[in-house]
């Protein structure tokens, strides 16, 4: 099974309050990331997992939180979500090795109002 | 810092038309060159890859794409295109020895007219 799944499929958040998202994978790969899509706009890494270790993107360092708790499974954290926040939230996952392509999950389209 | 540059936005065919998304980066170092495609509603999918060799490389559905070093392309290309080709298709660099991340064009919408 190549999927990648991802919870919810959309995200109704007010301003100011935290957003959970899920992502899911069972094909024992390392390594786990997690995009920003906004439209019109090319997919942004947020941060990645290899194994336990979290790496985030510096200009994205104190936005969003991440945890992984065993392999198959990732999160995306929000602790205060803003309007700037509203994208489309891209999980995937691959071995990590040089060049393995990445499987993507459908997306979670997050919109705060 | 890698950059992707997909030049157009929109492209819009025939069923049947040969079809090029052009594709231009700007990276100094090892990398990897992919393209992916997103049907609506879908996750993105993997087209196909180039690292080094034969500088054309085929990937899935009858796609293509050809690297050229000294232009800094990775165009994809498609001989015959159907109506299910229809998709956005995003261009996408990784560097050796970064986890494979990728950094991914804004991404060209070719719509495929019957």
């Known amino acids: 099974d190549t999927t990648v799944k991802q919870n919810p499929r959309y995200k109704l958040a007010r301003v100011g309050k935290p957003v959970n998202l899920i992502c899911s994978q069972t094909?024992?790969?390392?390594?786990m990331y997690w995009y920003q899509k906004k439209p019109n706009q090319a997919p942004k890494l947020l941060l990645f997992?290899?194994?336990?270790?979290?790496?985030r993107e510096a200009d994205t360092f104190e936005k969003f939180q991440s945890s992984r708790p065993n392999n198959s499974f990732c999160s995306l954290y929000i602790g205060s979500a803003g309007l700037e926040y509203s994208a489309m939230y891209l999980c995937?996952?691959?071995?990590?090795?040089?060049?393995?392509?990445?499987?993507f999950g459908p997306g979670t389209r997050l919109t705060v109002l | 810092t890698q950059t992707v540059s997909q030049s157009d936005a929109h492209v819009t065919v025939f069923e049947g038309d040969s079809v090029e998304l052009r594709c231009n980066y700007s990276?100094?170092?090892?990398?990897?060159l992919s393209w992916y495609i997103q049907h609506h509603g879908h996750g993105l999918q993997f087209l196909l890859k180039?690292?080094?060799?034969?500088?054309v490389v085929q990937g899935v559905n009858g796609f293509e794409a050809e690297f050229s070093k000294s232009d800094s392309s990775f165009h994809l290309r498609k001989a015959s295109v159907h109506w299910s080709d229809s998709a956005v298709y995003f261009c996408?660099?990784?560097?050796?020895?970064?986890?494979?991340?990728?950094?991914f064009g804004s991404g060209t919408k070719l719509t495929v007219e019957p």
């Open positions: 990276y100094g170092g090892s990398i990897y």
């Open positions: 997992y290899y194994d336990k270790i979290l790496n």
């Open positions: 995937a996952s691959s071995r990590g090795r040089d060049g393995d392509e990445q499987y």
């Open positions: 180039y690292y080094s060799g034969n500088p």
């Open positions: 094909m024992n790969h390392d390594t």
């Open positions: 996408a660099v990784s560097s050796m020895s970064n986890y494979n991340v990728l950094y």
